[in-house]
Each structure stands twice: as structure tokens, then as C-alpha cells.
């Protein structure tokens, strides 16, 4: 499974764009990259997931670039209840998290504020 | 809908003791994985399940057996509790056709005295 690499934590202000970037230089081919969302005391969320290009959903959007070693997950205006971990993980498709040793990683910490 | 059910939600164990963690999910999704979760770190996956009757180990598996007898239910097993397996156990599922999406319960925070 592609590591990843991502910022240990950000800080925002309410209503900011918020980018957090993850490195994977080690992607494979047939490897999706998604990302999830998890509050204090709870189980990470599914955000957006994608393949190449740009993914938009009504929560985020996310742009891989042609190369596909990173990707960036956008939070548009972001308010209070944004503050979260994030993670970003990659993996081969529908079998991924089929035994692949799936791994969260630290995730990154974002703060949002008044 | 109920999607992905843990309990206990709190248990305190003193060293030595066994207890099950339960879990259950009703979307029918043929994978199941438990995950541990310390504090300020990201998830470790424990042991996972493709199906009923099929269960392989996870990053870090030792001190936990699983079983998975129906499609429902993913019960993680400490035999012997340890300091150690003081953590926060998620139980997540998933279907192959939703291209790896997991549905996540909502913890079960275990105490080892």
C-alpha cells in the first residue's frame, strides 16, 4: 500500500478555503486516493474519493494532478464544525481495504477559528 | 438505518481478564475490519474479514482472535486483556461496490488496569 504524507496540522479562520496536500509518490497504478474526516470521539467519515483530475462532491473537492504523486483535498468556507483530522489514504479500487494493510497515518489536525 | 453497531461503548478491564467486543452492521457488506486507535495517532488495522468463515490478521494483531460466523456480526476477542490494548476499537464494513468506502461505528474505549 502507497504511503502517504501529510501536514501534522493547519489552521484556518472561519470561512477560508482550506487545502491540505498529501504526498504519494509511490502510487500505483490502479490506487484511488481518499480521503476521511474524524471528529473527537468518533469513527473517521468518508468524504470524496478519486482516480486522476478533479472530484466534487457537496462537501470538498479534489485534485489530483496528471502525475498522480499528490493530491490536494479543498474544504470550501470553512465554519467550526470543520475542525477535524483529516486522512488521506490510497489504495488499489474496490479491493483496497480488502487486506491490503490498510494504514490511517497520523492524519493532519485542522483547526478552524473564529 | 443503523449501519455499523459497536458495544460496549466504555469497558474498564483489570490485566489478565477476557472480554468480547461486539460489533454488527446491517447493509450487508462482505468486508469487516477492526481497527485500534491511540491516543493522537491515526488507526491500525487489527484483523479483517472478507466474508463469513474468512478472517486474516492486520498490522497488529497480536493479543486479539476474531471469528466471523455470518455476514452480520465481527466479534474481536482479548483473551488475556493487557495495559497495553488500552485504546479506542473501531469496527468498520464495506462493499466492494462502493469502490472502498467504510463505514465506520462509533468506538469502543477500552480501559486495561
Known amino acids: 500500500l502507497a504511503k502517504t504524507t501529510q501536514p501534522i496540522s493547519m489552521d484556518s479562520y472561519e470561512g477560508q478555503e482550506v487545502n491540505i496536500t498529501c504526498s504519494h509518490n509511490n502510487i500505483a497504478t490502479n490506487d484511488y486516493i481518499t480521503w476521511y474526516q474524524q471528529f473527537p470521539s468518533q469513527g473517521p467519515r468518508f468524504i470524496i474519493q478519486?482516480?486522476?483530475t478533479k472530484v466534487t462532491n457537496e462537501v470538498a473537492s479534489l485534485f489530483i494532478p496528471a502525475d498522480r504523486k499528490s493530491s490536494t483535498l479543498s474544504l470550501p468556507r470553512v465554519s467550526l464544525s470543520d475542525t477535524a483530522v483529516y486522512y488521506c489514504l490510497v489504495g488499489d479500487g474496490p479491493k483496497w481495504n480488502a487486506g491490503n494493510m490498510l494504514t490511517f497515518g497520523g492524519g493532519t489536525r485542522l483547526m478552524v477559528k473564529p | 438505518n443503523a449501519g455499523v453497531t459497536q458495544t460496549p461503548k466504555f469497558q474498564v478491564l483489570k490485566t489478565g481478564q477476557s472480554m468480547t467486543l461486539q460489533c454488527a452492521q446491517d447493509m450487508n457488506h462482505e468486508y469487516m475490519s477492526w481497527y485500534r486507535q491511540d491516543p493522537g495517532m491515526g488507526l491500525r488495522l487489527i484483523h479483517y474479514s472478507v466474508g463469513a468463515g474468512i478472517t486474516d490478521q492486520g498490522e497488529v494483531p497480536n493479543g486479539y482472535n476474531v471469528s466471523r460466523s455470518t455476514t452480520e456480526d465481527f466479534p474481536l476477542r482479548l483473551l488475556s486483556a493487557a495495559p497495553s490494548q488500552t485504546s479506542v476499537y473501531f469496527c468498520?464494513?464495506?462493499?466492494?461496490?462502493?469502490?472502498?468506502?467504510?463505514?465506520f461505528g462509533e468506538g469502543s474505549r477500552l480501559t486495561v488496569l
Open positions: 468498520a464494513s464495506s462493499s466492494e461496490k462502493f469502490t472502498g468506502e467504510l463505514f
Open positions: 478519486g482516480y486522476k
